[in-house]
C-alpha cells in the first residue's frame, strides 16, 4: 500500500532534512583553535594552541601526506584529526588492548603513500591468562573506520619495557623499536625479537637487504626506546631510558650492538670499553645523567621555524619539556640542546611535524606516574605549535643547556641527588608507586641499620618476591651516597640516624 503524507511527516521530514544540511554544513567548517601560550625564539614568534583535549594518555602520533593526524590513546583507541577543519574522529577501538603501567596500545605510523594505501600500522599488548605479548598489526582505513587488521608480528611482552615505536625508512622499510619486556640478555641475542630495531616489508615480509634475509633484526642490544624517526638524508634515530642514569640518543645503523645489558650509555667503564671493542658496538650520540625519560622523537626538516631547522625535537616524560636538539650539517652529530616548557605543560609523551613544519606535543598526565601539581584541566592534550606575528600575552622562551655544564665542584645538595637519581621511582613525597616501587616514607630498611641500608644501595635491592629490580648506585662518590641516604633518613617522618661517608668506603 502507498504511503501518503500526512501534513505531519512533511514537517518532520523537512525538519529532519534542514537538520541534515545544518549538520553537512557544520563538518565542513573549519573549529578554531584555543591559543595558550606564545614562545619567543631569537626571531620566530609561536603560538601553541589545543588542537585535542580530554584525552587518555596520547601515546603515539603521525601526519599522513593528506594531512591527517592518527594518533593513539594508551587504553586502546585510534582516532584521526583533518588538520584542514581541525575535526575529530575516532575510527577504531581494540577491545583486547592489556591496558597497564606502560603496556597497552602503544605506537602507530602509516603507510608513506597513504593517499594510495590507506594503511595504518600499531603495536600494542595483550596477556591471556599469564602471556603478554605485543602485536603489530596492520589495518585498512575505509571511510572511517579501520578494517581488515592483519598481524605481521607477534612478540613477548611485560608489563613495561614494550618499547615501541614504529617508523617508515626513506626507503619504505617498515621499522619497529622493540623493548627488551625486562630480559636484558635476549636483547644481545639475535634469536629473540625484544631489545632490537627491526625492519620490515610493509606487507609484513622480510627484506632480503637485512643483516640475516631470514630474520627481522636490524640492530640489537637496547632496552626501552620510546622514540624513533627518519631524518630527511634517512638517518635513523631513536631515543631510550637508562636504567637508573644515562639515558640515550642513538644514531641507528645496520647490524651494530648497542651494548644493553653489558653496556648502559657512554662506553666509559673498563667492563663497557671491553665488551665495546669485542662486540662492535656503537655509542649513544648524546646521553642524558641524570635522567630525563626521553619519549617521542622526530625530525624537523622544514624552514618555517627556521631556528628549529635541521634538528631533532625530543619529549620527555620525567624531565617534562620538549628539547631541541640541534644536528650538525652531515646531520649524525647533536651539537646543542635547548629546552622548551620545562614543567610547564606536565609530562610529554610523543611529538610529529606536518608538512607546513607546524609541531604537534602530546602530554601525559593520566598515565600511570602522576605527578604533583597534575594533571592540569582539559588534560590530556595535543597542542599545535606554530608561527604567528602577534603575542597577546609574555612569551614563554626557551633555555639553552650549556655544554660545559659542570658539577663537579658544586656543593652537594642532597634534595638535588634524590631529585636526579631517586625521584622517578620513589616518587617525591617518598610513597613510591603502589606495587611497583616501595615506599621510602616509613620503610623499615630506610630506618633500620645503615649498614644493610649502604649494601642495598651499593649493589642495588633484586628480592624474588618483587619482580622489578633496583639498580645499584655504586657510581655516585661517597660524599653524594651518604648525603642521599641522610636525605631518605630524615625526609617524609623517617627519623634514623646519620651514615657516615667512613661507612660508604669500608663496604665498597
Ligand atoms: C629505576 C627505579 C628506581 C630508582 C631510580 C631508585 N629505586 Fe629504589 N627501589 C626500586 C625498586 C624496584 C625497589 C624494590 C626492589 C626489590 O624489592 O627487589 C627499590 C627499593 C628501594 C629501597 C628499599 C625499600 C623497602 O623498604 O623495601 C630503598 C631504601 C631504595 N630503593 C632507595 C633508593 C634511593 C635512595 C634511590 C636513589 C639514589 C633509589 N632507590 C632509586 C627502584 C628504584
Known amino acids: 500500500m502507498p504511503i501518503i503524507p500526512t501534513p505531519i511527516t512533511i514537517v518532520r521530514l523537512s525538519f529532519i532534512s534542514v537538520l541534515a544540511i545544518l549538520l553537512i554544513a557544520c563538518s565542513d567548517k573549519k573549529n578554531d583553535l584555543q591559543t595558550i601560550d606564545y614562545v619567543q625564539?631569537?626571531?620566530?614568534?609561536?603560538?601553541?594552541?589545543?588542537?585535542?583535549?580530554?584525552?587518555?594518555?596520547?601515546?603515539?602520533?603521525?601526519?599522513?601526506?593528506?594531512?591527517?593526524?592518527?594518533?593513539?590513546?594508551?587504553?586502546?583507541?585510534?582516532?584521526?584529526?583533518?588538520?584542514?577543519?581541525?575535526?575529530?574522529?575516532?575510527?577504531?577501538?581494540?577491545?583486547?588492548?592489556?591496558?597497564?603501567?606502560?603496556?597497552?596500545?602503544?605506537?602507530?605510523?602509516?603507510?608513506?603513500?597513504?593517499?594510495?594505501?590507506?594503511?595504518?600500522?600499531?603495536?600494542?599488548?595483550?596477556?591471556?591468562?599469564?602471556?603478554?605479548?605485543?602485536?603489530?598489526?596492520?589495518?585498512?582505513?575505509?571511510?572511517?573506520?579501520?578494517?581488515?587488521?592483519?598481524?605481521?608480528?607477534?612478540?613477548?611482552?611485560?608489563?613495561?619495557?614494550?618499547?615501541?615505536?614504529?617508523?617508515?625508512?626513506?626507503?619504505?622499510k617498515l621499522l619497529w623499536a622493540t623493548g627488551d619486556a625486562y630480559n636484558g640478555d635476549e636483547s644481545q641475542d639475535v634469536n629473540f625479537l625484544n631489545g632490537k630495531i627491526l625492519r620490515l616489508n610493509a606487507d609484513g615480509g622480510i627484506p632480503s637487504d637485512n643483516p640475516n634475509p631470514k630474520s627481522y633484526v636490524w640492530a640489537r642490544g637496547f632496552r626501552n626506546m620510546q622514540g624513533l624517526t627518519v631524518t630527511d638524508k634517512g638517518y635513523i634515530f631513536t631515543s631510550e631510558h637508562g636504567d637508573a642514569i644515562e639515558d640515550e640518543v642513538n644514531l641507528i645503523e645496520k647490524d651494530r650492538n648497542y651494548g644493553w645489558p653489558a653496556i648502559e650509555g657512554l662506553h666509559n667503564l673498563p667492563q663497557e670499553i671491553a665488551f665495546a671493542k669485542a662486540n662492535h658496538t656503537k655509542e649513544p650520540v648524546k646521553s642524558w645523567t641524570p635522567v630525563i625519560a626521553p619519549s617521542g622523537i622526530t625530525y624537523y626538516g622544514s624552514s618555517a621555524i627556521a631556528e628549529w631547522k635541521n634538528s631533532l625535537l625530543?619529549?620527555?616524560?620525567?624531565?617534562?619539556?620538549?628539547?631541541?636538539?640541534?644536528?650538525?650539517?652531515?646531520?649524525?652529530?647533536?651539537?646543542?640542546?635547548?629546552?622548551?616548557?620545562?614543567?610547564?605543560?606536565?609530562?610529554?609523551?610523543?611529538?610529529?611535524?606536518?608538512?607546513?613544519?607546524?609541531?604537534?606535543?602530546?602530554?601525559?598526565?593520566?598515565?600511570?606516574?602522576?605527578?604533583?601539581?597534575?594533571?592540569?584541566?582539559?588534560?590530556?592534550?595535543?597542542?599545535?605549535?606554530?608561527?604567528?606575528?602577534k603575542a597577546l600575552k609574555k612569551p614563554l622562551l626557551g633555555s639553552k643547556v650549556s655544554a660545559l655544564a659542570d658539577t663537579k665542584d658544586k656543593a652537594i645538595d642532597a634534595a638535588q641527588l634524590y631529585q636526579n637519581y631517586c625521584v622517578s621511582c620513589h616518587q617525591a613525597d617518598g610513597k613510591g608507586v603502589k606495587g611497583i616501587f616501595p615506599a621510602l616514607a616509613g620503610s623499615n630498611l630506610v630506618n633500620g641499620s645503615s649498614s644493610n641500608l649502604v649494601k642495598a644501595l651499593l649493589k642495588g635491592i633484586n628480592r624474588a618476591e618483587n619482580p622489578q629490580k633496583m639498580p645499584g648506585f655504586a657510581f655516585l662518590k661517597d660524599d653524594e651516597l651518604a648525603a642521599v641516604m641522610n636525605y631518605i633518613r630524615q625526609s617524609w617522618g623517617n627519623q634514623a640516624a646519620k651514615v657516615t661517608e667512613k661507612e660508604i668506603k669500608q663496604n665498597r
Open 314 to 389: 625530543l619529549s620527555t616524560l620525567k624531565a617534562k619539556s620538549l628539547r631541541v636538539l640541534k644536528l650538525d650539517e652531515e646531520g649524525k652529530a647533536i651539537t646543542s640542546e635547548e629546552i622548551f616548557f620545562d614543567n610547564h605543560y606536565g609530562r610529554l609523551r610523543d611529538v610529529c611535524v606536518d608538512a607546513d613544519g607546524a609541531v604537534y606535543i602530546s602530554t601525559s598526565n593520566k598515565d600511570w606516574k602522576p605527578q604533583v601539581g597534575f594533571p592540569l584541566a582539559g588534560d590530556d592534550k595535543i597542542l599545535k605549535i606554530s608561527l604567528t606575528d
Open 41 to 172: 625564539l631569537d626571531k620566530s614568534l609561536l603560538k601553541v594552541e589545543v588542537l585535542s583535549d580530554s584525552l587518555q594518555v596520547p601515546w603515539d602520533m603521525v601526519v599522513s601526506n593528506d594531512r591527517n593526524l592518527f594518533f593513539t590513546e594508551q587504553y586502546g583507541a585510534v582516532s584521526v584529526i583533518n588538520l584542514e577543519t581541525n575535526q575529530q574522529r575516532k575510527i577504531l577501538v581494540i577491545p583486547e588492548v592489556w591496558h597497564k603501567r606502560t603496556a597497552g596500545l602503544l605506537s602507530l605510523t602509516v603507510h608513506p603513500d597513504f593517499k594510495q594505501n590507506p594503511y595504518v600500522y600499531v603495536h600494542y599488548t595483550t596477556k591471556t591468562d599469564s602471556l603478554i605479548y605485543n602485536h603489530l598489526v596492520r589495518y585498512t582505513l575505509k571511510g572511517d573506520t579501520l578494517i581488515s587488521p592483519k598481524e605481521l608480528l607477534k612478540i613477548k611482552g611485560f608489563t613495561a619495557h614494550n618499547g615501541g615505536r614504529l617508523a617508515f625508512s626513506n626507503n619504505g
